[in-house]
């Protein structure tokens, strides 16, 4: 009888006696690349600490949509214990927000205590974020037939919802827990208009960049301006600015030269001296001193409506006085 014995190649002996802790040491990698990806994903995502993401999906066995509500949860607790303490310290600092939408229009100041962190994206983001409340919030706003103007103070502002079913304030407090210093809605002015009345907006310094309509504008110096324009004698200047171009540089010129009314040709006079001039079609026009402001209107058949102009950490006004008529 034949007996055939099978025998291993050399070396194969080690590699099946290391089979099993090969494949152990495998599976512990793959978990390893899993739970590395998802802290990757988590922080990418949300923006918070490494530590706390770690935290998060521990307690939650990797599950990221948890893990992300988990964090949101607390870092909301932690806003308004954070925004608690730090309340009533001073906050000079900040930015302006504009941003228009066809007939609707907002400017909204947001103040902290550093320009450090007034340059912090989560920061800006949040100016951002009140800019686009204040404009859905005239949705609920019964429309006059002529300008719709809207004053919010601070306390106002925090109380509007926004898409994700908190308030303005909850998301403030939200935001102070992350930059870790005070921060407060100042005052915001909303415009809604009819098809007949256009809106235009500026802040400086101003983006160096194309800015897509949708996103709001933020600086130190904002306007807001409604304004007419003659559709029937719509011209351009020599240099091809179209009366929308024309009525944004006048926006510019508002933020530049800070006049305190429109002023009405034939009745008011010019000041005496030109460097004391407050209204504003006797204004040299800031984009070109050879032609007053309202020389500028008329040569492009522009009739300003209104306007505001809101200077970061200017002293606060009342109400009243934030939507004053400016003729």
Known sequence: MISFLFQPPPGSKMLFRNFPRLFHTTGIGFYAAAE?????????????????????????NNDLTKAEQWLREQAQTLGWSKATKLEGRNTTQGLIGVLVQRNAGAMVEVNCETDFVA??????????????????????IEADANLTKVGLNSEALKQIVLEDGKS????????????????????????KVPDSIQLTGYVHPAPNADVPLDVPLIGKYGSLMAFKADHSTVREEEDGDTSAQVARKVCQHIVGMKPERIGVAGKDEPAADK?????????????????????????????????????????????????????
């Open 168 to 191: 303005l304030g909850d998301h403030l407090a939200l935001m102070i827990g992350t930059v870790g210093e005070n921060a407060s809605l100042n005052r915001a002015i909303c415009y």
């Open 119 to 140: 340059r912090n994206a989560s920061f800006q983001r949040f100016v951002q974020v009140a800019s686009a409340a204040c404009v859905r919030h005239l949705e609920h």
């Open 275 to 327: 460097d004391d001039e407050t209204c504003l079609i006797h204004q040299e026009y800031l984009v070109d001193p050879t032609y007053t402001v309202g020389e500028v209107l008329e040569a492009n058949r522009l009739q300003i409506v209104d306007f505001q102009r809101f200077e970061c950490g200017a002293k606060n006004k009342s109400e009243d006085e934030t939507v004053r008529a400016v003729n």
């Open 36 to 60: 590395k990806s998802a802290l990757a994903s988590l922080r990418k995502k949300t923006g918070y600490t490494f530590a706390n993401c770690k935290k998060a999906l521990e307690l939650h």
